[in-house]
Each structure stands twice: as structure tokens, then as C-alpha cells.
């Protein structure tokens, strides 16, 4: 809000160069506002009084917009990289989907391992879970494991994720 769309009764003022001007009515603030050739911006409408500064509003919107584009630029959104694996796995094949969650896991995203089961391969689910386990301790060095093979469907699921120090 600012300059007579507060409504307040009473607000604290605080002046363009940052210094507190005591509490005052809405009105009486907005003035001097007003008597600076600034605007009167409401900067913390839940506090008792409500708080309001003099400065120059469309320089305010500018920081402000600035501030979140930077907070934004630091963000990381965490990907989920997936990699498919089968229960007649062989032992070469496995060392390169490791070697491929290696490079994912080590680039800051998370790993989805999943085992998928086709006809009679759903037989023997259970004495397939050695595969999850082993592609897990070969990446133990540098990730952990957020999610438990778990069954779903037609397929056995693992995530991994980066180990924090």
C-alpha cells in the first residue's frame, strides 16, 4: 500500500535515510511524505503500529524486484535422473549405468534406479533385489539412499541421492 490507500489510524514513520520519526497518524505521515517530494510506502503491514517509510516508490519496486530475480539466479532445482536396469543385468552393463548415476549424482540431481520385470522375470522379484543393493554400494562413496528398493507394479524403484558432508 501507498500514500492515501493507508488507512491506518496510526504509524510508525521512518524517514528516507532510514532514521525512525516516531509514531504518527496516516495522514500526518503521508504529508510529510508528501513535503519530501517522495512516497509513503507501507513496509510492514502486521507490526503494532503498522511501519511506513518515506522513500521513492518506484525505485523501491525496482530493489525489490532485483533482490528476488538475484534469490531466484541461487536456487538449484534438483532433477530426478532416471536409470533402468533389468534382472539379467550383466556385470559390464551395470559398471556403465553406475558409471552413468556417478555423473548424475555428482552434478547435484537425485537418482531414480529402477529394475523392470517383463513375463517370467515377475517370478523372481525377490532374488533380484541383490541388483538394487549392489549398484548402491558401488555408489556408497558418494551418495546414499533417500528411498528403499521398493516394489511398485511391474517394477522394483531405489533414489539415491548426493551425500552431504
Known amino acids: ?16 535515510d532510514g532514521e ?6 496516516a495522514r500526518d505521515a503521508y504529508l510529510k511524505a508528501q513535503e519530501a ?3 509513503l510506502v507501507k513496509i ?3 507490526a503494532k503500529p503498522p511501519v511506513c517509510k518515506i522513500i521513492d516508490y518506484g525505485k523501491f519496486r525496482y530493489e525489490t524486484a532485483r533482490k528476488e530475480k538475484e534469490a ?15 534382472p539379467n543385468i550383466d556385470t559390464n552393463d551395470l559398471n556403465t549405468k553406475v ?8 552434478k547435484g540431481d537425485k537418482v531414480k534406479v529402477t529394475l523392470r520385470f517383463r513375463g517370467r522375470e515377475m517370478a523372481h522379484m525377490g532374488s533380484s533385489r541383490h541388483i ?17 528398493p521398493k516394489v511398485e507394479g511391474r517394477s522394483m524403484t531405489m533414489v539415491l ?3 552431504r558432508n
Open 1 to 16: 500500500m501507498i500514500n492515501d490507500q493507508i488507512r491506518d489510524r496510526e504509524v510508525r514513520l521512518v524517514g528516507e
Open 20 to 25: 525512525q520519526l516516531g509514531i504518527m497518524s
Open 37 to 39: 517530494g517522495l512516497d
Open 44 to 46: 510492514a503491514p502486521m
Open 72 to 86: 531466484r539466479k541461487k536456487q538449484k532445482t534438483v532433477e530426478i535422473k532416471e536409470v533402468r536396469l533389468s
Open 99 to 106: 558409471g552413468a548415476a556417478r555423473k548424475f549424482l555428482t
Open 132 to 148: 538394487l543393493t549392489e549398484f548402491a554400494e558401488q555408489l556408497s562413496d558418494i551418495s546414499v539412499i533417500e528411498k528403499h
Open 161 to 163: 541421492t548426493e551425500k
